[in-house]
């Protein structure tokens, strides 16, 4: 006969005291939360409207004794999850999908350097070879202020307020570079940050933001190159151009694996890898040098570009005339 614990984490012990597991309302329960963590699979309004549907019928099919759904349920669920946002992606426009991509590519673009400037806070933990002459953490700490909440406003407020802070931003970086008194090659990447800033208020919509699930996306930029800086440090890796590629390499398998599905995720992966690899030309154009040597891999990323954006079209909707 089964003797009960405390009102919850029970477990059922037989005559000997050997354990049995959790009771059943507790495998139950166990199972139920299981069940809501799966169907996150789903966007957000289709668990609105049916996600307690499809739990309940889950529970229904599933004997009381396990803990985690059946594969083949999983496998229906993950099916069906990925139908559905397919589905809702073809109620987009191409040029609202390609919108939201390309902006998502600028705010990792822009997040890469604002961890740039984050670490520049922290000089004195800040490898030798980042460490840039005149830089005080004051400076940093307001250049970095400044680009962070561009990007959070591009995801989360009204165009008018995400302008505000583009131009702010803008200021700040370009008040950053005369303040340090670097040479012009320094001025080259401030000057796709202003442009990254400047597509980032043109691409903002005028009503209604998107999905500020995106922000997942600097974020994981943002904590990759921290940890690069602080951790591993540049000098051990050695790689140059494909340094601020280096925390794009899960997403773009991720982009890749995604991409029948949402090609959205790899247009925002190529648009920052785009962007990123045209700091050498720049910095070198202002120098009076024409460095060709990023060439050839902006030529690939423009290359796979091409039947990203042409995948995109085939899964948005058609525009309304």
């Not at 050997?18 to 996150?40: F, K, N, Q, V, Y």
């Not at 940050?193 to 009503?207: H, S």
């Amino acid at each position: 006969m089964a003797t009960g614990g405390g009102p919850s984490g029970s477990e059922d012990r037989d005559p000997a005291g050997a354990d049995r597991g959790p009771a059943p309302a507790d495998r139950r329960t166990l199972l139920e939360r299981r069940s809501r963590w799966l169907l996150r699979l789903y966007p957000a309004a289709y668990r609105d409207g049916r996600g307690e549907e499809i739990v309940g019928t889950l529970l229904e099919a599933t004997s009381e004794d396990r803990r985690w759904p059946r594969l083949r349920d999983v496998r229906a669920l993950a099916v069906g999850g990925l139908k559905a946002r397919a589905v809702q992606n073809r109620q987009r426009t191409v040029r609202a999908n390609l919108r939201v991509a390309v902006m998502a590519g600028l705010a990792m673009y822009l997040s890469y350097w604002l961890a740039v400037y984050v670490a520049g806070i922290f000089p004195q933990f800040t490898p030798p070879s980042v460490r840039v002459p005149g830089w005080t953490s004051a400076i940093a700490a307001v250049t970095a202020l400044l680009v962070a909440a561009a990007i959070l406003l591009a995801w989360t407020a009204p165009r008018i307020a995400v302008l505000a802070g583009a131009v702010a931003a803008s200021v700040g970086v370009v008040a950053f570079a005369f303040v340090i008194g670097g040479p012009a090659a320094i001025l080259g990447p401030r000057l796709l940050q202003v442009l990254a800033l400047v597509g980032l208020a043109a691409l903002a919509p005028r009503a209604g933001h998107p999905s500020r699930h995106w922000l997942w996306l600097p974020g994981v930029i943002v904590a990759s190159m921290l940890l690069l800086v602080y951790g591993v440090g540049y000098e051990w890796l050695g790689l140059g151009i494909l340094t601020p590629a280096l925390p794009l390499f899960a997403m773009a398998a991720l982009g890749v694996l995604w991409v029948v599905v949402d090609a959205r995720l790899m247009v925002a992966v190529l648009t920052y890898l785009a962007v990123t690899a045209l700091q050498l030309p720049v910095m070198a154009i202002l120098t009076g040098y024409w460095g060709l040597s990023s060439l050839p891999f902006l030529g690939v990323v423009l290359a796979i570009s091409a039947p990203a954006v042409w995948l995109l079209q085939r899964q948005s909707a058609p525009a309304v005339s």
